[in-house]
């Protein structure tokens, strides 16, 4: 009985000690493993996101320059339709273009000589920007202090515009007037997406179903 007791004193038993694996917890060298699975499940993980959330951007931006393109086009083709007289003016030391369009007055109560001015306006600053004007006196092109700060009268269509390259360095206009026939206007310009891809490019013709006779005077 004597030696029962001891056993049980000690905590021993038919020659058998109790466990202490429950108590001693993880070892240096098993922390170490699990972090660096840890670590490496976080690392795919945050990859995967980041590139979810670059493509989305990339289809975000993507979207807003077809809604910009559109928008500009929609605009430069309803102006030029009902045209009876345009002008084109070129900036002779940038690619900026001025297109300022003579229509004619869809008012029902306006007289035969009534007119309608509108203007398009590109510029290389402010990104690469398209503006629009819209009035019955003579447009003329914004001044220089006018494109540094603030564009009063003018309507920003959209920006990330540039002219398209036809050859090494060598670029074509965005507006270009056609001679013959009934007044036409071709549009073509490149528009980028996300910054760090291949523009879209944008090439549109559209003609005024308006015949050449000056409806009032023009507007330039």
């Known amino acids: 009985m004597t030696t029962t007791a001891n056993q049980r004193r000690h905590g021993v038993v038919s020659g058998t000690r109790p466990s202490r694996r429950s108590e001693s917890g993880y070892t240096l060298v098993e922390l170490l493993i699990y ?14 996101l980041l590139n979810t959330l670059t493509s989305e951007q990339k289809v975000l931006d993507s979207a807003n320059a077809n809604t910009v393109s559109q928008l500009i086009s929609s605009s430069v083709h309803s102006g030029v339709r009902n045209a009876t007289a345009l002008k084109i ?3 002779a030391d940038t690619d900026d273009q001025l ?3 003579t229509a004619v007055s869809s008012d029902p109560a306006a007289t035969a ?3 309608v001015c509108q203007a398009w306006y590109y510029t290389e600053q402010n990104g690469g920007a398209m503006y629009y004007q819209r009035g ?16 009063t009268g003018w309507t920003l269509l ?5 002219a398209t390259e036809v050859s090494a360095g060598v670029t074509q206009p965005l507006f270009h007037a056609s001679s013959a026939g009934n007044p036409s206007i071709t549009l073509n310009f490149a528009i980028n ?19 050449a006779a000056s409806n009032g005077a023009p507007c330039f």
Do not use: Y
């Open 89 to 91: 003016t070129d900036s």
């Open 158 to 162: 959209g920006s990330g515009l540039s």
């Open 136 to 151: 019955t006196a003579p447009i003329v092109a914004p001044t220089a202090d006018a494109l540094a700060h603030e564009m």
């Open 193 to 211: 997406a996300d910054g760090d891809s291949s523009p879209a490019l944008i090439s549109t013709t559209v003609t005024s179903r308006q015949s």
């Open 35 to 48: 972090s660096s699975l840890l670590v490496l499940v976080l690392t795919v993980a945050g990859g995967m």
């Open 99 to 101: 297109l300022v369009v």
């Open 113 to 115: 000589a009534a007119r």
